[in-house]
C-alpha cells in the first residue's frame, strides 16, 4: 500500500480502538501517535501538557507525524487535536487517507468518563463542555476528511469493514 490511513476525531470517537482492529483486518502496522509521542518524550501526556503545555505538545506532534509519515503502508490513530494545525494537514495530505471517526458527545462522554488521561477535559467531564468542544473543531474536521464514519453503536470490526469498502470505492474513482 502507498498510502496511510490516518484516523482522526475527537477523543472518544473510537481512533485508537479501530485502528487496532483496521491494523489486523488489513495486516498492516498500527501506530498510535500518542502512544509514539510518550515513548519519543519519555513522558506521559499530561505529564508534557503539565510541564510544558499544550503549544510544546503540538509541536512534539507535528514532528512525530513528520517521522510517522516517512513510511507508507500504516493504520494512523492521530490525536484529536492533530488537525487543527495546517501544517499537520499538510503531511497528513501527503501520502495519507484522512478517516474522520465521529460519534454524538453523549457517547464520547460514555466512552471517556472514567479516565483521568485527557488533560483538555480535565475539570470539565461533562457531555456540555464535550459538545462545545466538539463544535468547535467539526468544521476543521470534516474540511480536512477525505471521509467520515459514524461509530455510534457499531462494533469496531463493523466500522473497520466500513473504512475498507469506503477506501476501496475511494480508489476504484481515482
Known sequence: MDYNILLIGFMGTGKTTVSKCLSRDMNLTEVDMDKYIVEHEHKAIT?????YGEEYF?????????EIQKEKGKI???GGGAVLK??????????GVIVLLTATPKTVYERVK?????PILNG??????IEKLMNKRKSRYLEVADLVIETDGKKPHAISKEIIDRIDKLAKNS
Open 86 to 95: 495546517d501544517e499537520n494537514v499538510k503531511y497528513m495530505k501527503d501520502g
Open 47 to 51: 505529564d508534557i501538557f503539565e510541564e
Open 76 to 78: 494512523v490513530s492521530c
Open 114 to 118: 472514567d479516565g483521568n488521561d485527557r
Open 58 to 66: 503540538r509541536k512534539i506532534e507535528t514532528e512525530c507525524l513528520m
Open 124 to 129: 470539565n467531564m461533562n457531555v456540555e463542555y
